[in-house]
């Protein structure tokens, strides 16, 4: 009775506490769960062409001498055929032996065509150099430091082959299970396995959602395909921002007004998170090169006549300005507690709200392990990671921390695509802190001498 009376009486902190999640994620979870299976069920069945087009794979190349060998490798282990294959690995001013490792993969792979070729530095850039070497009707770009699945290019020419409309597409990008199995040291397996269990939920559930509706929020810029005749279009990728892929997604759907899917039978393995230090930087960079190119397209696609219905606002709503609530509530059950707030009631409530992101993790767990019955040992590994979905609420919790500081920093500072670590960070914090209680101090003793 104690506890009803409690729970009762305290209603309206709780509903507050919860109301963000119910309705920002957990009813979207179920429906997006609901439909995701209906979509599955229902995959219309794809027709092989009749002769397979020409693609260009190309392999942007910055000091990839330890990845770029296996990476080739997984491009000559492709079930498409070699003969229609053209390999365009584009170094961006490499200081390694770079050039060693495509030297070693022409001896090794004679039959693949490859090509290397020098551009300025720059990833971008190296991008748009290498599309205008291309001789292929699509063309699908794959970081150095992956692995492909061997049907991942044939998939995604059939999805493109089978449906005209579609101009562009991402692949699905998984860490390989066997390399986070193998990650050493308590925290940085824990970390791993749940950066691991997120690319699974968002690129098989969360993109595949946003896909079927035509609202791919970005292409990953470590595998993407497109029609050439569309990438010729466009301005190319843009080579002064750090969210090129995600300006180049938008430049293809909202400017030409072309379609955008992800091809989720196209999995893309990169290597795990090397660390929290990676995860830091990582994290903010896709957050402000979110911001950036959501800047420059919100003035075409958001008018406050589309507010309702327009999938950028909701997006930056969510992702952007429901991390400040957090942060509130966060300080504000601190600042309850020193008010006299009952401790046992914030406890509760932070185990309440605990309880729902873990019913949305349970969720999006059964959805994507269905997902995965075509990949049994990748479904295998996914599902004994069943624990996840109880350390998951406090993975997300700390990367909406890390948004935040992106947030800032997007505000404060230059963008570059080398963000500050997180020992640098927090050395300038303790020297602001320093330079600021050394400023009270020395106005204190002036009031005092005043006196």
């Known amino acids: 009775m104690y506890w009803i009376n409690l729970a009762l009486t305290r209603m309206g902190f709780w509903i507050t506490w919860a109301l963000i999640p119910i309705i920002v994620e957990?009813?979207?979870?179920?429906?997006?769960?609901?439909?995701?299976m209906h979509l599955h069920l229902h995959q219309p069945k794809l027709v092989p062409p009749g002769k397979w087009p020409w693609v260009t794979?190309?392999?942007?190349?910055?000091?990839?001498?330890?990845?770029?060998?296996?990476?080739?490798?997984?491009?000559?282990?492709?079930?498409?055929?070699k003969n229609a294959m053209q390999v365009v690995l584009a170094n961006n001013q490499s200081t390694d032996d770079s050039f060693g490792a495509y030297a070693k993969a022409q001896n090794t792979f004679p039959e693949l065509i490859l090509r290397y070729v020098n551009t300025?530095?720059?990833?971008?850039?190296?991008?748009?150099?290498?599309?205008?070497?291309s001789i292929g009707i699509y063309v699908i770009n794959i970081d150095s430091d992956g692995l492909l699945e061997k049907d991942a290019v044939k998939n995604m020419v059939l999805k493109f082959e089978n449906d005209p409309s579609i101009a562009a597409m991402t692949g699905a990008i998984l860490p390989k299970w066997q390399m986070v199995q193998g990650v050493?040291?308590?925290?940085?397996?824990?970390?791993?396995?749940?950066?691991?269990?997120?690319?699974?939920?968002?690129?098989?559930?969360?993109?595949?959602?946003?896909?079927?509706?035509?609202?791919?929020?970005?292409?990953?810029?470590?595998?993407?395909?497109?029609?050439?005749?569309?990438?010729?279009?466009?301005?190319?990728?843009?080579?002064?921002s750090i969210g090129e892929d995600t300006d180049m997604t938008f430049q293809i759907r909202t400017r030409l007004g072309k379609k955008v899917v992800i091809c989720a039978d196209a999995i893309f393995y990169v290597e795990p998170i090397s660390g929290f230090s990676e995860l830091y930087t990582q994290r903010q960079r896709w957050q402000r090169g979110e911001l950036e190119v959501t800047e420059n397209y919100m003035t075409q696609?958001?008018?406050?006549?589309?507010?309702?219905?327009?999938?950028?606002?909701?997006?930056?709503?969510?992702?952007?300005?429901?991390?400040?609530?957090?942060?509130?509530w966060t300080f504000a059950s601190i600042v309850l507690i020193a008010f006299g707030y009952s401790t046992l009631v914030v406890g509760m409530s932070y185990l309440l709200i605990y309880s729902l992101y873990v019913f949305v993790a349970l969720i999006n767990f059964a959805s994507v392990a269905i997902l995965l019955r075509k990949y049994p040992s990748e479904q295998h590994y996914y599902l004994h990671l069943w624990w996840v979905t109880l350390t998951l609420p406090v993975y997300q919790?700390?990367?909406?921390?890390?948004?935040?500081?992106?947030?800032?920093?997007?505000?404060t500072t230059k963008a570059t695509w080398r963000m500050r670590?997180?020992?640098?960070?927090?050395?300038?914090?303790?020297?602001?802190?320093?330079?600021?209680?050394?400023?009270?101090?020395?106005?204190?003793?002036?009031?005092?001498?005043?006196?």
């Open 26 to 36: 957990i009813i979207p979870a179920i429906v997006s769960t609901i439909k995701l």
């Open 57 to 81: 794979i190309i392999v942007p190349v910055y000091n990839s001498e330890d990845t770029l060998f296996e990476c080739i490798r997984s491009i000559n282990n492709q079930s498409y055929p």
């Open 120 to 133: 300025d530095k720059g990833k971008a850039r190296a991008l748009n150099t290498a599309i205008y070497e």
């Open 184 to 240: 050493k040291g308590l925290w940085h397996k824990i970390l791993a396995k749940n950066e691991y269990y997120e690319y699974a939920q968002a690129f098989l559930s969360g993109r595949t959602i946003e896909s079927s509706k035509d609202q791919l929020f970005t292409m990953s810029g470590a595998f993407s395909a497109f029609r050439r005749e569309v990438l010729m279009e466009t301005f190319l990728y843009d080579i002064d």
């Open 301 to 328: 696609s958001s008018s406050l006549k589309r507010f309702f219905n327009n999938f950028l606002v909701r997006r930056m709503i969510i992702d952007h300005t429901f991390v400040f609530p957090r942060m509130i």
């Open 397 to 411: 919790f700390v990367n909406s921390w890390i948004r935040l500081v992106g947030i800032i920093n997007a505000m």
């Open 421 to 451: 670590g997180i020992n640098e960070e927090t050395s300038r914090l303790m020297a602001v802190l320093r330079d600021d209680g050394k400023t009270l101090r020395e106005q204190y003793r002036r009031r005092r001498k005043g006196k």
